[in-house]
């Protein structure tokens, strides 16, 4: 057993109880931000508020023009252990070159301020805060480098506003990478992925040339192809309610084409 399940009231999910020594883990979560003025506080409160000691909050802020950057320092300010240490900090870029480039950033200052696993997630309400504790606990137990919040796996769903053409092209996304590069992740393309530091090391998050969402297919393979384990664990994604999406065409193009220079780079070694 990994842990008792709890059910929050402040989320209305259940949530798992770990024992207190994995509670007590260093654990980050990683957010990058551009323009969640509107979604930050609640997503702040939802994480800052779970049963984990051991959990900090990095968000990775592109010099939002909404104010996201200063909301996020100024929610910091609140958020404090007991001996009155900071549990969340802000990183202030001054370019937004990418998702796949801020998540890098974020994930490597994590990993040298001295977490012991970081953990993916987006700003805008879409990665369930409740399936935090439950992607660690399996981490704990399995000895996995790489845990996949899964919404393709079985108990895994999407959100009732998408519709039938948007879940098709996700599945269809996930098909596509996975048959190029030979894999058996049911989740390639998913952004909640909770990451040992060690897997996070030899996979030289410097070396990562994705830019854009394919950060999460490049990252993933290069998870396998140093024999790491992965685990999937099933999540409800919900569709964002504040903001708009950051895909654009420049990023559905790197992604096609990400598949198969990754696969061309494995042939040539």
């Known amino acids: 057993?990994?842990?008792?399940?709890?059910?929050?009231?402040?989320?209305?999910?259940?949530t798992t109880k770990l024992p207190d020594a994995w509670a007590q883990?260093?654990?980050?979560v990683v957010m990058p931000t551009y323009n969640e003025a509107g979604n930050l506080p609640g997503m702040a409160e939802l994480i800052m508020g779970l049963d984990q000691p051991g959990l900090r909050l990095l968000i990775v802020d592109d010099s939002s023009p909404d104010g996201t950057g200063r909301i996020a320092d100024e929610l910091a300010e609140g958020y404090l252990t007991e001996d009155g240490a900071p549990r969340m900090s802000v990183l202030h870029r001054t370019a937004k070159d990418g998702l796949g480039r801020a998540y890098a950033v974020g994930m490597a200052k994590a990993v040298e301020d001295g977490a012991e696993y970081v953990l993916q997630m987006d700003a805008d309400g879409s990665h369930?805060?409740?399936?935090?504790?439950?992607?660690?606990?399996?981490?704990?137990?399995?000895?996995?480098?790489l845990v996949v919040g899964s919404r393709y796996v079985p108990g895994g769903t999407l959100s009732d506003a998408w519709g039938a053409?948007?879940?098709?092209?996700?599945?269809?996304?996930?098909?596509?990478?996975?048959?190029?590069?030979?894999?058996?992740?049911?989740?390639?393309?998913?952004?909640?992925?909770?990451?040992?530091?060690?897997?996070?090391?030899?996979?030289?998050?410097?070396?990562?040339?994705?830019?854009?969402y394919s950060f999460q297919v490049e990252m993933k393979f290069k998870a396998l192809r140093r024999d790491f384990q992965v685990m999937e664990v099933p999540i409800?994604?919900?569709?964002?309610?504040?903001?708009?999406?950051?895909?654009?065409?420049a990023v559905q193009l790197e992604s096609i084409a990400m598949p198969w220079k990754l696969r061309a780079r494995a042939g040539k070694r």
């Open 1 to 14: 057993m990994i842990g008792e399940q709890q059910t929050s009231r402040a989320t209305d999910i259940v």
């Open 25 to 28: 883990t260093p654990l980050t």
């Open 128 to 145: 369930p805060a409740g399936k935090i504790a439950e992607m660690l606990g399996v981490a704990l137990s399995t000895g996995a480098g």
């Open 165 to 212: 053409h948007r879940k098709l092209l996700s599945r269809w996304a996930n098909a596509y990478a996975s048959t190029i590069l030979g894999t058996r992740v049911r989740d390639i393309t998913g952004g909640f992925n909770l990451w040992s530091a060690e897997a996070l090391r030899a996979i030289d998050l410097a070396s990562v040339g994705s830019a854009g």
């Open 236 to 249: 409800h994604f919900e569709d964002r309610t504040v903001g708009e999406s950051k895909m654009n065409l």
